[in-house]
C-alpha cells in the first residue's frame, strides 16, 4: 500500500493518559489538516491499529498489516501505551 492522499504518520498524534475507547480518543487527538482544500481530522496511524484490533475483523487485520508493511507504525508506541 503506498503513502498517498489522506496519508498522516504517528507525528501528529498527542499523548493521552487517561483511558477511553480507542474511536473516542483518535477523534479528540486527529491533527487539523487540509486535503484538496477542504479542512478535515486525521487520526494516525496508532489509533487506527487500536481501532482494528478492538474489531477483530479480517479485514482490520489486514489494514494492520498494511500499515506496518508501509512503516507508518511505531511500535514501541503502541505498546508503551496498551495498559
Known amino acids: 500500500m503506498s503513502r498517498g492522499r489522506g496519508w498522516i504518520d ?3 498524534s ?3 493518559r487517561h ?3 480507542p474511536a473516542e ?3 479528540a487527538e486527529a491533527c487539523a489538516t487540509d ?3 477542504e479542512p478535515t481530522r486525521v487520526s494516525s496511524a496508532g489509533y487506527l ?3 482494528a484490533l478492538e ?3 479480517a479485514k482490520d487485520m489486514a489494514r494492520i ?3 506496518v508493511d508501509a512503516g507508518v507504525l511505531d511500535a514501541d508506541k503502541l505498546l508503551g501505551d496498551l495498559p
Open 65 to 67: 498489516h498494511q500499515f
Open 35 to 37: 486535503v484538496d482544500g
Open 55 to 57: 474489531t477483530g475483523r
Open 49 to 51: 491499529v487500536a481501532i
Open 19 to 21: 483511558r477511553r475507547n
Open 14 to 16: 498527542g499523548a493521552s
Open 10 to 12: 504517528d507525528a501528529c
Open 25 to 27: 480518543e483518535a477523534l
